[in-house]
């Protein structure tokens, strides 16, 4: 798990790198960066799908929030990744950001507090 995330996180610093590129039209191709759009997008749906899915079989309760974030991690890419589905993956994505949230509040909450 600790290197899927860490290729998350390199991918997501990759596709910000494409991203940035696609602004300055004369320095790169449009079709250069559809090209690399592509090519980490793709890998990185593939390794988020999986990611979701092991977290999924884990044993953590994740405050009760398990099940439903875990799909949300497993949907959104593949809307992504199909292309036209994409705005229904923004939308899954915001629903999983917004789980996630609700985990670490619950989470917050049953440590104990130290003065």
Known sequence: A???ISLLIAGGFA???ALTLARYPGLVSTQLVMI????IGLPIGFVSIQFGWRLLQANADLAGLKGPFCWTQIVAPL???TVVL????????MVGMILLGLILLKAEESLPEFV
């Not at 690399?36 to 090519?39: D, T």
């Not at 994409?86 to 994505?93: C, D, M, S, Y």
């Open 79 to 81: 809307c992504f990744m």
């Open 2 to 4: 600790d290197r899927q």
């Open 36 to 39: 690399l759009l592509l090519a």
């Open 15 to 17: 596709l910000w790198m």
């Open 86 to 93: 994409a705005p229904v993956g923004l939308l899954t994505l």
